[in-house]
C-alpha cells in the first residue's frame, strides 16, 4: 500500500515538445506528492509538488496534474530543452505524522535536439 | 533557501575503515533530516529517520550498528560507516525537513557523497 507506481521508466523527447511522465499510488493517506529532478552525481532537488486539495498546479514550464480519485498525478514538461535531461522522482508523503516520502522508480528523460 | 550540505563530496577508503559523512541545513532549522542510499540507474533507498536528539530510526533491513546517525542540533546530522566494505560502496544522500513555516513538509536534500570502499 504504500508503493507509487512511475511510469515510463524512459522517455525521449524531442525539442520543444512536451514531456509527460505517470505516477500512481495506493495509499489514501498520501496529501503530499512532490515532483524532483536529479541530474548524475548529484542529490534530488525539488521542481514542484501539488497537495490533493487542487487538480493541478503550474510553475512555468512544469506543471502537476492531480487526479485524486484516481490516485494518479502526472508531470507535464512544456516545451522540453535539452537542459531538461535528467532523472525525474515522483514522490509522495503525509504531511503530518508519517514524514516519509516513498519515491517512485525514477524516469530517465532524454531530450534530443 | 533551503540549502543541504554534505561533505564530504567524496571518499575513497581502504576496507574496514569507518567514513563520516556530514549533512548541514545551511539557512533553516531541521527538525527531521533523512539519509538515503542510492545506487546506480535506481531510485532513492531511505535507510533512516533522525529527529534531533532523540534516537535515530531505521529502516527495515538496515544495521544500526553499521550505519552510525547522530542528529546532534537542528542543523547538523552525521552518519558513520563503520567497518566499510565494498558492499558499503555506494551513493549517500541527506535530506533535512523544516517541519514548521512555509514548506514544513518539503524534504530537501543535499549534494550527496560518493563513498567507495577498496
Known amino acids: 500500500q504504500q508503493q507509487v507506481k512511475q511510469s515510463p521508466q524512459s522517455l525521449i523527447v524531442q525539442k520543444g515538445g512536451i514531456s509527460i511522465i505517470n505516477c500512481a499510488y495506493e495509499?489514501?493517506?498520501?496529501?503530499?506528492f512532490p515532483w524532483y529532478q536529479q541530474f548524475p552525481g548529484k542529490g534530488p532537488a525539488l521542481l514542484i509538488a501539488i497537495r490533493p486539495d487542487v487538480s493541478e498546479k503550474k510553475e512555468g514550464r512544469f506543471t502537476i496534474s492531480f487526479n485524486k480519485s484516481a490516485k494518479q498525478f502526472s508531470l507535464h514538461i512544456m516545451d522540453s530543452q535539452p537542459g531538461d535531461s535528467a532523472t525525474y522522482f515522483c514522490a509522495a508523503s503525509m504531511r503530518v505524522g508519517n514524514e516519509k516520502l516513498t519515491f517512485g522508480t525514477g524516469t530517465r528523460l532524454t531530450i534530443i535536439p | 533557501g533551503a540549502v543541504v550540505s554534505q561533505h564530504p563530496s567524496r571518499v575513497i577508503c581502504k576496507s574496514g575503515t569507518s567514513v563520516k559523512i556530514e549533512c548541514r541545513s545551511l539557512d533553516f532549522q531541521a527538525t527531521t533530516m533523512f539519509w538515503y542510499r542510492q545506487f546506480p540507474k535506481q531510485s532513492l533507498m531511505l535507510m533512516a529517520t533522525s529527529n534531533e536528539g532523540s534516537k535515530a530510526t531505521y529502516e527495515q533491513g538496515v544495521e544500526k550498528d553499521k550505519f552510525l546517525i547522530n542528529h546532534a542540533s537542528l542543523t547538523l546530522s552525521t552518519l558513520t560507516v563503520t567497518s566499510a566494505h565494498p558492499e558499503d560502496s555506494s551513493f549517500y544522500i541527506c535530506?533535512?525537513?523544516?517541519?514548521?513555516?512555509?514548506?514544513?513538509?518539503?524534504?530537501?536534500f543535499g549534494p550527496g557523497t560518493r563513498l567507495l570502499v577498496l
Open positions: 535530506s533535512a525537513r523544516p517541519g514548521q513555516g512555509r514548506g514544513q513538509e518539503t524534504q530537501y
Open positions: 495509499n489514501t493517506a498520501f496529501d503530499y
